[in-house]
Structures are given as structure tokens and as C-alpha cells.
């Protein structure tokens, strides 16, 4: 069975958070993991599970605005934030609002600055809802993954999402086993 690993990231962290999933996903799946500028409708038509995810910003999916502003931000002298090879894309809103009808299981991914998610916002429920538009089916509630206020991951996140990979990989080998 294959997997398609697709992410939206700024500063490295959901990229890193991504690819830990994927690992995750390993054991069950053969997976691939791409940027959503490398998102094809190819890959997407292939894949059995579609997991995607995205950085929170400003309360939900990333836009053109708070995407630019990230880049600023980055940009600025001493701020310490690097951006990720592939910041130039789209973004996760703009790839799902673009992709054509869907088929089969997914799953929907953030990550945030730790908090209650009423105060932060979370990017995976309007994934998780893209998904579910596009005909997805979700194996689960959208998860979210913690990052500092000085923009690095938290400890022991990159080893919660491998284990949240792997179990949505064990997940849908159960659903599919039962369709």
C-alpha cells in the first residue's frame, strides 16, 4: 500500500514533523513524502493515504499575507529563524483548494506554538475540512504538533509523530482490511 507524506512548512519544523510521520509510516506503507510544490494529482491518484499538514499561522492555514510575514520575519537581523528549502510554495490551502476530487483514507497535521488551541488556532481542522470536501475519508481528529515561541520544536515531538505515523499507518491497514 502507498502513503503520500504531503507538507507546507516555513521554518523546518512541519517539514521535520513530516518527515518523522513518514517514518512512522514506514513499517506499513511504502511512502512518499514531498512538499506541496511537488504535490502532484499523479501522486495523489496513487497514493491509498494521503496525510497533509501545515504551519499554523494567525489561527489556521497559512495565506499569501502570513506567509510573506514569515519570510520577514526570517529575514530579519539576529531573528534565528532559517527558512525551509521549499517556503516558496503555494501553501497547504492554496494546494487542497486546487486538487482535484480525492479517494481513500487521510489524515491532518499542524504545528503550533504550544497552548490551548482556542488561544493559538490549529491549521489541521481546515485540512482535515479540505480533506473531507475534496472526498476523503479521516481516520482521525487532526493532530497538532508543539513548537517554542522562538520557533523550534519541542522535545520529544519529532518522536510523537512518528509514533502518531505509525499508528495511522496501523489504522488504515485496519480500515481497508475491513472495506
Known sequence: MRALVVYESMYGNTHAVAVSIAAGLGASYEVTLVPVTRATPELMA???LLIAGGPTHMHGMST???RRMAAEAAAKEGSGLAMDP???SPGIRGWLSQAGAGHGLAAAFDTRIGGA???TGRASRGIARLLTARGYHLLTAPAS???SKEGTLLEGEDARARAWGALIGE???SASAMA
Request: proline letters at 6%.
Open 117 to 119: 488551541p482556542l488561544l
Open 64 to 66: 499569501a499575507a502570513s
Open 46 to 48: 496513487a497514493a491509498d
Open 145 to 147: 504538533f508543539l513548537v
Open 171 to 173: 489504522d488504515a491497514r
Open 86 to 88: 521549499d517556503a516558496d
